[in-house]
């Protein structure tokens, strides 16, 4: 699976796309199917963006997998979603590996069952040496928790006297995330017609680029995440300066 060269004057694709995977319940009851059909149909849909990905030359991939307020879903579909998530742990970190695809988790496993965690962990450490595209995937993610979590830990700093409160900026913030050492995403996409980013990377996304599409999550195709890149290339970034 080897990246694609951008083509003479082409340009370059973004560094860093994060995806809101949005619509496999609707996309299951349009067809009577029952919701976790809608769900294995989006863990397919996973695969085709991840080859999608290291094809265009994207180097970070982040996935929206299961958010914090998901927990709240009843306890049969959260049942359903983490046996997904397990096979898919289990059946695609060879893959991933071979293809040289790093895989990252970022959330709170805390809430998370410890046979994924081991999962996670297995899937990190054998994958850790790739570097064709890294894939985070977040679980038991939530942007404000992350915030939170992140200034008590500063200010766990701050009332231990190791640190300065006058201090903090930005980038002493930044560095308490998930994704310290992950660059922000250019672009965002989610699927489905909806319009917001739902607790979704909060800090991280402030000058991303958005796209949102109609396309339900389980038909998002490597054409979806094309044409979310050719939109991409017609914006002019300027990070509040003036062009």
């Not at 999608?52 to 359903?80: C, H, M």
Request: aromatic fraction near 6%; proline fraction near 5%.
């Amino acid at each position: 699976m080897e990246a694609l060269q951008p083509k003479s004057g082409a340009p370059s694709p973004p560094v860093h796309v994060a995806i809101i995977m949005d619509g496999n319940g609707r996309w299951a009851k349009a067809r009577g199917l029952p919701r976790t059909a809608g769900h294995k149909r989006g863990a397919e849909a996973v695969r085709a963006a991840v080859r999608g990905a290291s094809d265009l030359g994207i180097s970070y991939l982040t996935l929206f997998g299961f958010s914090a307020e998901n927990w709240k879903r009843p306890q049969a579909e959260v049942r359903d979603l983490m046996g997904l998530l397990r096979l898919y742990l289990r059946n695609e970190i060879n893959e991933l590996h071979g293809n040289g695809v790093r895989l990252r988790v970022v959330g709170d496993r805390r809430r998370l069952d410890p046979d994924i965690v081991a999962l996670i962990e297995h899937g990190e450490r054998k994958t850790a040496g790739n570097s064709k595209l890294t894939l985070v995937l977040a679980l038991s993610y939530g942007g404000r928790q992350e915030l939170v979590s992140a200034a008590q830990r500063l200010a766990e700093e701050a009332r231990a006297g190791r640190l300065d409160p006058a201090a903090i900026d930005e980038r002493l913030l930044a560095g308490q995330l998930f994704t310290a050492d992950i660059p922000d995403p250019d672009l965002l996409i989610r699927t489905s017609g909806e319009k917001r980013i739902s607790n979704f990377l909060l800090w991280q996304c402030a000058y991303a680029e958005m796209v949102f599409l109609d396309v339900l999550w389980p038909d998002f195709s490597k054409s979806d995440l094309e044409f979310a890149l050719h939109d991409f290339h017609r914006r002019e970034r300027r990070y509040g300066t003036v062009g």
